[in-house]
């Protein structure tokens, strides 16, 4: 997913809940680029590893309200890139 031509411009790589009472959810200077495609971050249960601009709480809960990155439009291939990693993830906690 990596070449530009497989996603860019495609409905499935960019989305906009315009009627949301919360769009957008995080800060932003460029409101029109903002994806709301992975409302929620499909990258959260990679915890420290997900790469995004997070901070924990003082009882350990994980807040992404600084991070940018799955709404930002030209980060959707850096997300997919990252799903073998939530499904071998997944994988480990299933046998456990």
């Known amino acids: 997913m990596s070449d530009r031509d ?9 989305f ?6 919360y769009f957008p959810c995080h800060k932003t200077s460029k409101p029109e680029d903002f994806n709301c495609l992975f409302c929620y971050c499909p990258l959260y249960t990679l915890g420290d590893k997900c790469g995004g601009n997070f901070r924990y709480s003082e009882k350990g809960t994980k807040i992404c309200t600084g991070c940018l990155f799955p709404h930002i439009r030209s980060n959707y291939p850096k997300v997919i890139e990252r799903y073998p990693e939530i499904k071998k993830l997944a994988s480990e906690n299933r046998n456990k």
């Open 6 to 14: 497989d996603w860019e411009g495609k409905g499935f790589s960019f």
């Open 16 to 21: 906009q809940n315009l009627k949301c009472e």
